[in-house]
């Protein structure tokens, strides 16, 4: 008897499968620069095994990619990460994460179609980083929120010390998060689901 018939079929684990009650899907996109946490808060916070294609860091990215702040950090993003949450019975968001160094950033463009809304993850320690991430948002009308990650060595800030330094409009949340803990990405996610469905509302009333 052939031994690979006993063998577990191939195809999605059953604990993947996506809840029969779901009627809607939406798309959001965690963006930032390099080493601000994106892989983490995809991995603390998504209910299947999140696909990552990190990569081992090369001597080719030395003087190309800006490891201050993070020089420890030996792997790197080099197309996306994507996870799945369930916010509720019916409604899931599917989570992309983009690559960090700018040389990936054509990539953008791609991951950007079809999403409803944004998370910029921040770290206090690179805020310049953000500045251009935030303008590409803009760019493209993308609604976004900002969560700023917490590192050990990082400098803490009051909230909307931090909105004026990014030039943030007042109704854009900003918020604290920590990325490794499901609990906190999951928060910044029901900021970003209140945030859009306050500005559906407004146009709707328009």
């Known amino acids: 008897m052939d031994s690979r018939s006993s063998d577990p079929p191939a195809g999605p684990r059953p604990a993947d499968a996506l ?12 963006v930032g620069g390099f080493g601000v946490g ?24 030395v003087g190309v990619d800006d490891t201050w702040g993070v020089a420890r950090k030996i792997t790197t993003t080099v197309a996306m990460d994507f996870g ?15 690559p960090g160094q700018e040389r990936f950033w054509f990539l953008w463009r791609g991951l950007f179609e ?24 803009e760019e493209r009308g993308v609604p976004f929120v900002v969560a700023v990650n917490s590192f050990p060595d990082a400098p803490e800030h009051p909230l909307e ?14 918020l604290a998060c920590d990325a490794r803990r499901r609990n906190s990405s999951r928060d910044v996610l029901l900021t970003l689901m209140r945030y859009l469905h306050s500005q559906a509302a407004t146009q709707e009333a328009m």
Do not use: C, W
């Open 19 to 30: 809840p029969h009650t779901a009627a809607a899907a939406v798309k959001v996109v965690i």
């Open 38 to 61: 994106k892989t983490t808060m995809v991995g603390a916070v998504s209910e299947i095994k999140p696909l990552t294609t990190e990569e081992t860091m090369t001597r080719a990215g």
């Open 84 to 98: 799945r949450i369930s916010i509720n019975d019916e409604l899931v968001l599917y989570l992309f994460g983009t």
């Open 114 to 137: 079809g999403a409803l809304g944004a998370v910029v993850l921040l770290d206090t320690r690179r805020l310049e980083t953000s500045f251009d991430v935030i303008g590409r948002l």
């Open 161 to 174: 010390e931090l909105r004026q330094a990014l030039d943030l409009p007042p109704a854009v949340p900003i």
